[in-house]
Structures are given as structure tokens and as C-alpha cells.
């Protein structure tokens, strides 16, 4: 097995079930992340994204309605045959959670150093003053000016760009080897933006922790990540490194993605993909993105393509592709 | 904060003023007066005439309110006109037992109801909610003084396990004066109990649907955890706004748990004074309650910003 293999997941899925149907929000995805390094998941609002993050976190799988199958193996061991016991142990200790909506993340009745020290005191049984100097360590590191006063504050006393940096500190205080952060800079204007991912660069580049990073902006995608994966619809259709995926696009809705990214300078027209995604429950045979593709054929709508290689660490699920590579 | 707490009470001395100013006139208007009170059936014109100009009731009544109100504020609550015991001396020896009374009951609502609450919410749709929402409904409906005569009925006159009434004081023995308001804390206290119950619950339901509480979990947090110290500490913001309410219930329920139980506290005190038209010990009776009162919700107030550091004292 290879050494520096941080995450496996193989198989994965996650359904939601109700009385009338079953969503398959995340359907038979399979990726790795190595240490070190930056994978974007990137897709459309609706595609799986957050529900990824929390079959990974084991956030779902315990109520009647949720359904999980599959493997995620995390420095060896498999996430899905955890205990909720054993998952605790797991959870903001060995992989760092990052959420979505910094405004409600924090609990605005506890100061934000309580909230850092809480995690070494949970997971390593610091004392109360070692956490302490912890938590105002981590506030430091993801830099908070003044913050040993700040530490003592509460969360409606920070900013938005302060309060994420509390979250991201809050994450790291486990010193995790994972870091999931499920669109970190989504509720953040541009240049807190910028400087979110910039701390998390640089942070990774310390720590070497590998980083899961959930985005739908490709820009961002562009600026931190080593490697992609988009989803669609619950499952992977394009995986491979930033410059081959930004310059050798392979599936139609990667291409498609791409031409609906604005460029700075660029004068052209943004040609949005047109339709919506396929409802996650009434799926039909065949390729999920037949209904929006412009090059979809016979074949498409009767079987549905598998995750192809078609370079070295380049793989896509589009019939277009195989075929492309079977007539080499 | 001091400045808070100083600025709420110089609030209360309008507000106290106006209480004092309608149990004045008020009483005044029941049919009937400390002197037909006192002579009863023996009444003679001539004597109640004398008795009147003793007592200053033949002045105009503003002028009897400005007098009144002065000696107040001297600190002199003036005498029972029906027994000549000072109206302080007789609200210090009423006041424990009321405050007793309230306070156990609130304590003793609370501990149940809290924990109950917040059970309701983390097992929400489930026999255990049901339950207690059953207890819920059973609490707000039930009047007290039934539900007062009923445990009579049941422990004192059915099992002899309990005095159907009266009080022991503290210097009977601490078990003693808890078996005497066993029954009258928990027929005062079940109303304040589901209603906490019931505002626990629904405060912890929102709560836990929080993002604060999922990236607790995602934090690696316990269940308990998260329910107790993450959860509780948030639902306890709203809860405590409703339990400043209560307080007012739970004097005004003494008043008629008193009553039932025969326990000398202030609201038998009041209801005494007002069947004697005893205006001095009445008027005194409602002043101090109100000052009780305003005192208990101010106390609230400090632990409500405590307990939500969102709170600025302005
Ligand atoms: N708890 C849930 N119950 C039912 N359906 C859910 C639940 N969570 C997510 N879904 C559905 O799963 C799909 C994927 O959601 P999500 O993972 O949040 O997408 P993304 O993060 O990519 O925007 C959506 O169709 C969403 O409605
Ligand atoms: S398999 Fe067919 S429909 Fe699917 S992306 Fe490729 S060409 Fe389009
Ligand atoms: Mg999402």
C-alpha cells in the first residue's frame, strides 16, 4: 500500500429514504486523497457534496432514513464500520471539520477560546490551562491580531473573515491529519475570501495534512487545489490534476463548467449549461447527464459510462472518452 | 452591571407608587370598613363615629393616602387597626413561610422540569415525549387548589401519610417542615413545572437544529456533551425568560395554596386583612409583595445575562 495514501473511499453511498422515495444523493463515489496535498470536489448545488462530507464524518448513517454503504478507509481504517464511540474519538481530533456557514458554526453562548480548548481537552485531556494555551495558539496561527483578549470574546463580537478563522483554529486545535472543509469562503465576500484560502494553503503546507476542500467555484478550485474530482449528481464524472483538468477538459459537463467560468479580462459571452441536474430518486438507464449533454448518442441512454482512465491519473465517465481511447 | 441593577430600581419606585396608590383606593371601595370589621354585630353609629375620627378615616381619602405614604417612606408601615400588631413585625413572620413556599416550589419545578424538557426534545416523537407532553397538558390545565385537595384527599385522609395542613417552621426539624409543604410545593409547583417542561422542550428542539450543535458533533463532542453543556446552555436563554413569568404566578398561586393547606403565609395574611378591612396591614401586605416580587425579577434578570452574554446593560 502506498505510504503517503491519506484517504481511500471506495464504493461509497448515501440515500436518503422516505415513504415515497429514495434519494441517492451520493452514489457509488470513489476517490483518494493523499497527504499533503488539496482535492477540490467541485459540482453543481444539489450534487452530493455536503452529504460526502458527512457519510465521511459518519454526520449520517445513524438514523433510520439514512442509508450508507461502501468504504472509507482513512490512514488504513475503514470510517463506515466505526462506532459512533469510536467515531468520536475520530471526529475533530484525526480529521478536522471546516463548515459551511461560519455565522452559525460558533455557539454564541460560550467565549471563542472555550469553544478552541474544548477539543484538546476532549480528545488529548488537557487541563483546563494547557487547552487554554491552545486554543490561543491556534487563534494566533490562523491570524487573529490580539487574540488573547479576542479568545476571551464571543461570537457576535467577530466578523464574518474572524469568525471562519475561528472555525478553521477550531479544526486544527486536534492537530488532525484530514481536513474536510465543506465551502469554506461560500458565506465570505471576495477578499476575505482570497485570504481564508491562503491561510488554509499555507496551513496544509505546515501541517501536511491533506485536505478535502468542497467547493462549486472553480476559481477557487484553480487557485488551491493539487487535484479535482466533479460530481455530478452524486457520483464522480471527472477526476485529475488543476492544469490537466483546466486544459484538457474530457467530459462534456467539465467543458461545460469551464465555459461557464467567468475569466478576468476575457470579453466572451459565459455559456451557462443549460437544463437541471436529473432528480436524484427517478433516475432513468444510462448516462446521468444525458438530458443536458450536447454530444449524447444511442449508447448513452442505454448504458450508463464508468469512471474510465484515460491518462495517467486522469479518469472520465463519459462514453466519448473510452471510445476515444479504444480507437488508439 | 451595578448601574444596570441600580437603574432597574429606581424604575421600581413609580411603579411601586401605582401599586400602592390602587390597593389604597381599592379597598377603599369594598363595601364596609375597619370599623364595621371591628364592631361586627355589637355596631353602634355613635362608637364607630369616635372610631372613624381615632383613626384619621373620616379625612378626605387623598389626605389619608399622602399620610399614609409618608410614614412609608420614614419606614413605618403603621399598625394592624384590627389586632395593633406592627404591620412589619407581622409580614416578617409571614414572609419566610410564603417565600418557602415559592421558592421550593420553584426549585423543586425546576429540577424535574428542565431535565424532563430536554429528554422531550432529544427523544422527540417518542413514547418518552408523549409522556411528558401528557404530563405537560395534565400540568397547565389542572387548577391548582383541585389539585390541592386532591393530594389532601389521597395522603392525608385516605393514606395518613401527610398533614392534610398547617406549618412547621425549620425550628421543628428540617424533616418536619419539608413533610408540611411536601403537598402544598408540589400542588404550587406543577403548573410552573409543564410549563418549563414544555418551553425547555420546544427551546432544546430548536436549538439542536442548530449548525453550533452539528459542528460540536463534528468536533468529536459526546451526545451528552452536546445535549447538556452545548444545547442546554442555549435553550436555558429562552426558558429563563419564561420562568421570570412564573414568579408571578407562584405568589399570586400561593395566595390560594395557602388557603387550602392553611399555612400562615403573606397571602393568607392578605386575604385575613381583607376580610377585616385591616387597610394599614393590607396595604403593607401588597407594598411588600410587590417589592418581592420586583426584587425576584430583577435577580432573574442578572442570571438571564449570565447565562446569554448577547445581553448588554444599558
Ligand atoms: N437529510 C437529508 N434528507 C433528505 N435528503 C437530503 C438530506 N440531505 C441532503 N439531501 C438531498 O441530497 C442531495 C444532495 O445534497 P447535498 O449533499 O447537500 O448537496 P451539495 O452539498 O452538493 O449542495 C440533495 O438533493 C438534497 O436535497
Ligand atoms: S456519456 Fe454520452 S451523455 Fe454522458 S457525457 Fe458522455 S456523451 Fe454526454
Ligand atoms: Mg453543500
Redesign the interface.
Known amino acids: 500500500m502506498n505510504d503517503d495514501l491519506l484517504l481511500d473511499v471506495r464504493h461509497l453511498k448515501a440515500y436518503f429514504r422516505s415513504k415515497q422515495r429514495t434519494v441517492k444523493a451520493v452514489d457509488d463515489l470513489s476517490f483518494t486523497l493523499k497527504k499533503g496535498e488539496i482535492l477540490g470536489l467541485v459540482g453543481e448545488s444539489g450534487c452530493g457534496k455536503s452529504t460526502t462530507t458527512k457519510a465521511l ?1 459518519r ?1 449520517i448513517g445513524n438514523q433510520k432514513n439514512e442509508y450508507l454503504e461502501g468504504e472509507a478507509f482513512f490512514e488504513g481504517e475503514d470510517l463506515i464500520k466505526k462506532s459512533d464511540k469510536q ?7 484525526k480529521i478536522g ?1 471546516i ?1 459551511q ?1 461560519p455565522m ?8 471563542i477560546g472555550n469553544q478552541i480548548a ?2 484538546p481537552q ?2 488529548q485531556r488537557a487541563s483546563k490551562n494547557k487547552a487554554w494555551a491552545i486554543a490561543l495558539k491556534m487563534l494566533q496561527k490562523v491570524g487573529i491580531s490580539d487574540h488573547e483578549s479576542r479568545a476571551k470574546q ?1 461570537s ?1 463580537q467577530f466578523s464574518g473573515g474572524m469568525k471562519q478563522r475561528a ?1 478553521i483554529a ?1 479544526a486544527l486545535a ?1 492537530n488532525p491529519s484530514l481536513l474536510i472543509a465543506d465551502e469554506p469562503t461560500t458565506a465570505l465576500d471576495v477578499t476575505i475570501q482570497a485570504q481564508i484560502l491562503d491561510l488554509m494553503v499555507k496551513l496544509r503546507d505546515e501541517t501536511h495534512a491533506g485536505v478535502l476542500l468542497i467547493t462549486h467555484d472553480l476559481g477557487v478550485v484553480a487557485e488551491v487545489c493539487d487535484r479535482v474530482a466533479v460530481m455530478y449528481a452524486g457520483k464522480i464524472v471527472e477526476q485529475a490534476p488543476v492544469d490537466e483538468l483546466f486544459h484538457h477538459p474530457q467530459h462534456p459537463y467539465t467543458k461545460g463548467l469551464l465555459a461557464s467560468v467567468p475569466k478576468i479580462g476575457s470579453r466572451k459571452k459565459l455559456i451557462p449549461i443549460s437544463g437541471h441536474p436529473p432528480n436524484l430518486y427517478e433516475m432513468q438507464g444510462g448516462c446521468l447527464f444525458q438530458e443536458r449533454c450536447p454530444f449524447a448518442f444511442d449508447r448513452c441512454k442505454k448504458t450508463e459510462p464508468p469512471l474510465h482512465k484515460i491518462a495517467e491519473h486522469h479518469h472520465s465517465a463519459c462514453h466519448l472518452s473510452s471510445e476515444r481511447m479504444n480507437s488508439f | 452591571m451595578g448601574k444596570y441593577i441600580l437603574h432597574r430600581l429606581i424604575i421600581a419606585v413609580p411603579i411601586l407608587i401605582g401599586i400602592s396608590i390602587l390597593t389604597f383606593f381599592l379597598i377603599r371601595l369594598v363595601p364596609g370598613d375597619t370599623v364595621t370589621a371591628i364592631l361586627g354585630t355589637n355596631y353602634d353609629p355613635k362608637l364607630a363615629h369616635k372610631l372613624r375620627s381615632e383613626m384619621g378615616l373620616d379625612q378626605p381619602v387623598i389626605l389619608q393616602y399622602l399620610i399614609w405614604i409618608g410614614h412609608v417612606f420614614m419606614g413605618d408601615l403603621g399598625t394592624s387597626s384590627f389586632t395593633g400588631q406592627p404591620v412589619l413585625s407581622a409580614l416578617m413572620e409571614r414572609l419566610p413561610i410564603t417565600l418557602e413556599l415559592a421558592l421550593l416550589s420553584l426549585i423543586v419545578a425546576l429540577i424535574i422540569a428542565i431535565p424532563l424538557g430536554v429528554l422531550a426534545a432529544y427523544k422527540h416523537g417518542t413514547g418518552a415525549d408523549y409522556a411528558s407532553g401528557t404530563f405537560g397538558m395534565f400540568g397547565i390545565s389542572v387548577p391548582n387548589f383541585w389539585l390541592g385537595t386532591l393530594l389532601i384527599l389521597i395522603f392525608s385522609l385516605h393514606l395518613h401519610l401527610l398533614p392534610s395542613g398547617g406549618y412547621q417552621p425549620l425550628s421543628a426539624g428540617i424533616g418536619e417542615n419539608l413533610r408540611s409543604l411536601l403537598m402544598p410545593v408540589i400542588a404550587l409547583g406543577t403548573a410552573v413545572a409543564a410549563v418549563t417542561m414544555r418551553s425547555t422542550r420546544s427551546a432544546m428542539l430548536d436549538v439542536l437544529n ?3 450543535i ?9 451526545t451528552a ?1 452536546i445535549i447538556w453543556k ?1 444545547g442546554l ?2 435553550a436555558l ?1 429562552p426558558v429563563m425568560t419564561v420562568v421570570g413569568i412564573q414568579i408571578g404566578y407562584l405568589l399570586g398561586g400561593s395566595v390560594i395554596i395557602e388557603q387550602v393547606f392553611a399555612l400562615p403565609g403573606m397571602g393568607r395574611l392578605a386575604l385575613q386583612a381583607i376580610s377585616n378591612r385591616d387597610y394599614s396591614l393590607l396595604q403593607g401586605t401588597i407594598l411588600f409583595v410587590a417589592v418581592t416580587f420586583i426584587m425576584i425579577n430583577l435577580m432573574i434578570d442578572v442570571i438571564y445575562g449570565l ?4 445581553i448588554r446593560y444599558k
Open positions: 464524518l454526520l467515531m468520536q474519538t475520530i471526529r475533530g481530533n471539520f463548515a456557514n452559525s458554526s460558533l455557539n454564541p453562548v460560550f467565549t474544548e477539543v476532549m480528545h464571543f457576535h472555525v477550531m486536534g | 442548530e449548525d453550533y452539528k459542528m460540536a458533533k463534528a468536533k468529536g463532542a459526546s456533551r452545548h446552555r442555549n436563554v447565562i446569554n452574554p448577547r
